[in-house]
């Protein structure tokens, strides 16, 4: 039998950058269809968000007027409104349009509040160990019986309803799940032998973290991002829904909530029907991009 | 087995006690001026000092903290500002309510996304079912809880008349248990109940695919299939397997699906905890808002117990210590 | 008579099967093309007899295995013949491969660590390969387990036990009393022994030489060990990167080799020392089995071959059969006596290896 040397599939001492994980993410990404659907409808949403004032007819909390003067409430499709207006005579194309800026904002900024505790969490307990270690795993295991939406119902009534109370609360929820799953990637990584020889070869933490760690579980903080994006669009949704979003600003959870209590339900399909698809291909969108990276990215799910 | 839940039992106290915290944190600390939240407005002087004292206001942080112990030691959770009784009163007969789309709805949820998960896990991989399966599965998944319910309630009460969508129905002269059997009660619990379902049931399905999917590959299916067992029976010993990582995915899924119960009674009037919750929160009535979000996390905590136990029944390789 | 004696005697009446694998070829689909695991394989293994099919990992051994049993995953092309008494059983429909299974042919597998359902007790697992096929009560079945499990020198108790409680060596006794519940014409054993220690390995090929003697089942046995193949089988076949070398009854395919490659498996493996001769060193063949993505043109196993010429590179060699039975895939079949004492010489190998 042959004796050839054994094949060694390690990573240059140097490990790689963040660039090339993200890279290899993407290409990733676009060998799953569901995925690229999902990116592409992301894609278009956030155009939409983006250029909403300009998209947008009129001011989403103007009252449309009849010729009469009078509110025009609850009118069904037409040239001047193409998606008809509300109970008080608000532009529901505007209000639609103008609610993709609330989840994307919220989404956003949520998940990058999220995505960096629970990284920077996850790592330092995972990496590091001990006793930062042990007070995380503690904290987690009592934030995992929090129910989530009342916790959020409560403090956002109490801190007083408005988008910067409702991100800071998505935040303290949903930092938890994600230093878990991002500790225990932590730890499989710290085990592997090229961080070990990046050590015994006097590499600083910093180094290892940044060149070998981090672009290594680059697959876990994407999908944990991903998901926090979704948790945070749906808890502000949920939230507007109950009638604690930012009266401010309109959202698509508002919009259904204003619906529903002033019973408008049954007759204004057009009022409903949009905040409601908004939100279903927003979320969907999510969980198709991050379902087709973990199929792709897991061994043992991709097709052979 | 014994001692293991026992110990399970004591690590779920001190869970309790940690959310008992937290919501002292939440009520007292939290705001600016924790009378402020408490008050009534228009209230006496003597009611506040009644106020005060009854809720513990008085004396430093720790002091406070130690009489709030001490009231949740002795189920002491206040009075409720809008109802004006005891906030137990208010609550138990909510509890039964709750429990009653909770746990049938998480339960079928659970059972029905296993078994479609189990079909889409073992249909040909790139197929129709494969793909159709996945694809609506997590589109429903996208949906928020109140969409799903709205839907529900627009399709099947408001226009074509089937379902009641409001409330549990009259509950009639008969008292206990028996209001529960009625015909009248199951035809409004269809709707609600529908909802929590089809609410829980897509991640079920999408975790019980990708643990069949992964455990088809397995060598111990392919002896199985060696052993020329009908091909039902060979799905299932992949279904059976994966049970397990279906479960302990499930533990931090608990907290969530509450969340979207708490929705789905109020989208459908339903007269649950979670309905109570926001509305004792928009009426300002706090004792009762914290003693619903007491009740919420303690059947949290149940469950997870449940499901932990559940565990230790299905995979032989758990040894109770 | 009792019902369990009445099941025992039933299924001992069962008759060795007879096996003949003819021009079986098998490619599995990949995203750079068809990887042709197997390359035009045939042999036949004669009632009550064990055929022992050898080469390095990687070579196509189980894959040979898994076509025959129809395990292989459904992206891959299958074509030739199985014939399980006279009857093909290549691409059988799933109902009639169901009644074939287990009743006609059955499988002891490699990895008996992963091969058992985790979460189901091993007693379960024996039982369901029987009721899967006999319309008998569960104790029953139970029964037939229980003594099954006797066979292979496990007490009945621990049937009752999960895998994960059982130790490699004990796994594979349960997978072996699996394989033996319906008493098979046909019995696969694909690598019985490769996941364990040496003793075990041993102790292990004992009971299946001393099954084998007592129920005298047709069996192949798929090994890397040519020490087995010797003690145990009549007949032998050596693959090569998919390809069948060398076939012929043992005696003569181990003592006489006519390939070159079998004559390089054999320095590779250590053999005890005689008495009086000095010992003999290990050689180890040079070079790297080829890719098969891209097959070469001629003989595969040119490359690492110290007596290959032009031809053999140019040129696939056909399996021919002598008289005797003995089949060979060589150009220069005929100088084997020469290529023999030229292969014993570490010298001729280290030649090979510097030249590549």
């Avoid at chain 1, 660039?19 to 290409?27: G, N, P, T, V």
């Avoid at chain 1, 680059?218 to 949704?237: D, G, K, Q, Y």
């Avoid at chain 2, 790139?126 to 429903?140: D, V």
């Avoid at chain 2, 079920?204 to 020329?228: C, F, H, P, Q, W």
């Amino acid at each position: 039998m042959s004796q050839s040397t054994p094949k060694t599939d390690l990573p240059p001492i140097a490990g790689k950058g963040m660039l090339a994980a993200a890279r290899e993410s993407f290409i990733l990404l676009i060998g799953d269809s569901f995925a690229v659907a999902g990116m592409v409808i992301l894609t278009i949403f956030a155009a939409i968000a983006i250029f909403a004032p300009w998209l947008a007819p009129y001011d989403p909390f103007q009252a449309m007027l009849t010729e009469s003067g009078r509110l025009l409430r609850l009118a069904p499709p037409s040239s001047a409104n193409p998606f008809g207006t509300t109970a008080f005579g608000n532009d529901v194309l505007s209000q639609f349009l103008y609610g993709f800026r609330v989840a994307f904002i919220v989404g956003l900024v949520a998940a990058f509040a999220v995505g960096i505790i629970s990284t920077v969490f996850g790592v330092v307990a995972g990496y590091f160990g001990g006793l930062i270690d042990d007070v995380l795993m503690r904290i987690t295991d009592v934030a995992l019986s929090i129910p989530t939406l009342p916790f959020s119902i409560v403090a956002v009534a109490l801190l007083g309803p408005s988008i910067e109370n409702i991100v800071l609360v998505i935040t303290l929820l949903f930092w938890r799940n994600g230093a878990r799953i991002i500790r225990s990637a932590v730890l499989t990584e710290r085990e592997r032998v090229y961080v070990k020889w990046a050590r015994a070869a006097g590499a600083s933490h910093i180094h290892i973290i940044m060149r070998h760690i981090l672009p290594n579980i680059f697959r876990v903080v994407f999908l944990w991002i991903t998901m926090s994006v979704a948790f945070a669009v749906l808890t502000e949704a949920s939230l507007s829904f109950l009638g604690l979003g930012d009266p401010t600003v309109i959202s698509w959870g508002q919009m259904l909530n204003t619906a529903f209590s002033s019973g408008s339900l049954r007759t204004a399909w057009w009022w409903v029907l949009p905040p409601s698809l908004g939100l279903i291909f927003l979320v969907s969108s999510l969980y198709l991009i991050g379902r087709g990276y973990e199929e792709q990215a897991n061994p043992r799910l991709r097709r052979r | 087995m014994r001692a293991y839940i026992l110990r399970r039992l004591a690590q779920a106290v001190v869970v309790v006690w940690a959310v008992t915290t937290i919501m002292f944190v939440m009520f007292r600390v939290m705001p600016a001026d924790p009378t402020a939240v408490l008050m009534e407005r228009g209230m006496t002087d003597a009611a506040r000092e009644t106020l005060i004292a009854q809720w513990g206001l008085s004396g430093s942080l720790w002091d406070q903290y130690l009489r709030y112990m001490g009231n949740l030691l002795r189920g002491d959770f206040g009075s409720s500002f809008f109802y004006r009784k005891p906030v137990w009163e208010v609550l138990w007969p909510l509890i039964g309510n709750t429990l009653w789309i909770a746990v049938p709805g998480l339960l079928l949820g659970a059972f029905a996304g296993a078994a479609l998960g189990m079909l889409v896990g073992w249909s040909k991989r790139g197929g129709k079912i494969e793909r159709g399966g996945i694809f609506l599965a997590t589109i429903i998944r996208g949906a928020p809880s109140f969409v799903i319910g709205i839907a529900l309630l627009t399709v099947f009460s408001s226009t074509l008349g089937w379902f009641p969508g409001f409330g549990m129905g009259d509950p009639g002269p008969t008292q206990g248990f028996a209001r529960y059997l009625t015909l009248d009660f199951l035809h409004h619990l269809a709707l609600p109940l529908i909802a929590v379902i089809i609410y829980f049931l897509p991640e079920n399905l999408l975790l019980m695919r990708s643990g069949v999917v992964e455990n088809r590959t397995e060598d111990y299916i392919e002896l199985v299939r060696a052993k020329g067992v009908p091909s039902s029976r060979v799905a299932w010993h992949a279904a059976r397997n994966s049970l397990l990582p279906l479960i302990t995915w499930l533990f931090p899924a608990l907290a969530e699906t509450i969340a979207g119960i708490v929705v789905i009674e109020i989208v459908f009037s339903w007269p649950g905890v979670g309905r109570e919750l926001v509305l004792a929160v928009t009426r300002q009535d706090y004792p009762l808002a914290q003693a619903a979000f007491f009740l919420l996390a303690v059947m949290i905590v149940l469950a997870n117990l449940a499901a932990d136990l559940t565990y230790g029944k299905l995979d032989p390789r758990v040894v109770y210590k | 008579m009792t019902a369990l004696q009445d099941l025992n005697a039933r299924l001992a009446q069962k008759p060795a099967a007879r096996l003949e694998v003819k021009n079986l070829c098998v490619a599995y689909g990949t995203f750079r093309g068809p990887f042709n695991a197997i390359d035009n394989v045939s042999f036949t293994v004669e009632p009550g007899t064990t055929l022992g099919l050898v080469g390095e990992s990687g070579c196509g051994k189980s894959t040979v295995v898994k076509a025959i049993m129809n395990l292989l995953p459904e992206a891959t092309t299958v074509t030739g013949d199985v014939l399980l008494n006279g009857k093909n059983i290549l691409g059988l429909s799933d109902k009639a491969l169901q009644q074939v299974r287990w009743t006609q042919i059955s499988l002891i597998t490699q990895s008996a660590m992963n091969s058992l359902d985790p979460v189901l007790c091993i007693g379960d697992q024996i039982v369901e390969s029987i009721l899967a096929h006999e319309k008998i009560p569960y104790g029953l079945a139970w029964a037939r387990a229980a003594e099954m499990f006797a066979v292979v020198g496990l007490p009945a108790a621990r049937l009752r036990e999960f895998p994960h409680q059982f130790s490699g060596g004990m796994r594979q006794r349960a997978v072996i009393a699996m394989a033996l519940s319906l008493n098979a014409g046909m019995l696969l054993a694909d690598e019985p022994t490769t996941a364990l220690d040496p003793i075990m390995q041993d102790q292990i090929m004992t009971r299946i030489r001393g099954i084998h003697e007592h129920l005298r089942r047709s069996m192949i046995l798929v090994t890397h060990d040519i020490a087995v193949v010797s003690e145990t089988c009549e007949t032998t076949a050596v693959m090569y990167a998919g390809k069948l070398v060398e076939s012929g009854a043992t005696a003569d395919v181990l003592q006489r080799p006519r390939h070159p490659y079998t004559m390089g498996l054999q320095n590779a493996f250590p053999k005890l020392p005689v008495r009086g001769t000095s010992r003999q060193p290990l050689i180890s063949i040079p070079g790297t089995v080829p890719n098969l993505l891209m097959p070469p043109r001629g003989c595969r196993f040119a490359s690492r071959c110290p007596f290959a010429a032009a031809l053999c590179h140019a040129e696939q060699p056909e399996l021919i059969q002598s008289s005797d039975g003995h089949a060979v895939a060589c150009h220069f079949a005929e100088r084997a006596p020469e290529f023999r004492l030229a292969a014993r010489q570490a010298e001729t190998w280290r030649a090979k290896e510097a030249a590549i």
